[in-house]
Nanobody, 123 residues
């Protein structure tokens, strides 16, 4: 069982920035896809971005140019830098891990999840 723990959420105004962190229980970056998802109450979890074991980084079109996914494997930590935040970015943000060489987009493909960290963007 892989342990994941997110932190860094909070409340900001439109245009502000937050940096989320996700610490894993061990070195997962050489063999696991690690991803960020977000969820608004009553809606399905939405894929935000990920890093594949080979190091390929992807981000969703809805956040491209504003959000950056990165990792520090020495610290077993995944990051999500969020800039130019909008009210529609409000939600619970989760990190997830799955043992795939190519990252899937579907939340159902990820067996390991953190508890989430809440982000609120006010207008």
């Amino acid at each position: 069982q892989r342990y994941l723990a997110e932190s860094g959420g909070g409340s900001v105004q439109t245009g502000g920035s937050l940096k989320l962190s996700c610490v894993s229980s061990g070195d997962i970056y050489t063999s696991y896809c690690v991803a960020w998802f977000r969820q608004v109450e009553g809606k399905e979890r939405e894929w935000v971005g990920d890093i594949a074991p080979a190091g390929t980084v992807r981000t969703a079109d809805s956040v491209k140019g504003r959000f950056t996914v990165s990792q520090d494997s020495a610290l077993n930590t995944l990051y999500l830098q969020m800039d130019s935040l909008k009210p529609e970015d409000t939600g619970m943000y989760y990190c997830a891990a799955a043992r795939f060489w190519h990252c899937p987009d579907s939340a159902s493909s990820f067996p390991h999840w953190g508890q989430g960290t809440e982000v609120t963007v006010s207008s």
